[in-house]
Nanobody
Framework: VEVVESGGGLVQPGGSLRLSCTASGFRVGDYAIGWVRQAPGKEREGGSCISSADTTTYYTEFVRGRFIISRDNAKNTVDLQMNSLSPEDTAVYYC?????????????????????RGQGTLVTVSS
């Protein structure tokens, strides 16, 4: 089971980025998939999740309304569209399955259940 996160980079405040999570060894359609992040010097925190059972999406409050998570079963990817970025969004972003579960946990538990498998992709928001 492996995932590769991509799409990070440097963006100005207010800008947008689209991250992609490419899975191998499992199908993204079989599990709920989440995105989490870890800012420099801070603990990892949760962000977004998409259920496989019904494609319902969940967001923690600090990304709700700005980030959109989506899944492409044919490509075996889960993307994270990030809009209205601020310096506080600077972090390494990771994706991973919530193994054994097709439904997402409540938003406050996304970080707890996402299995991080990749190296992450760095997002830097700065002018």
């Amino acid at each position: 089971v492996e995932v590769v996160e991509s799409g990070g980079g440097l963006v100005q405040p207010g800008g947008s980025l689209r991250l992609s999570c490419t899975a191998s060894g499992f199908r993204v359609g079989d599990y709920a998939i989440g995105w989490v992040r870890q800012a420099p010097g801070k603990e990892r925190e949760g962000g977004s999740c998409i259920s496989s059972a019904d494609t319902t999406t969940y967001y923690t409050e600090f990304v709700r309304g700005r980030f959109i998570i989506s899944r492409d079963n044919a490509k075996n990817t889960v993307d994270l569209q990030m809009n209205s970025l601020s310096p506080e969004d600077t972090a390494v972003y990771y994706c991973g399955p919530i193994s054994g579960h097709r439904l997402c946990p409540v938003p406050r538990d996304i970080n707890r259940y996402v299995e991080v498998r990749g190296q992450g992709t760095l997002v830097t928001v700065s002018s």
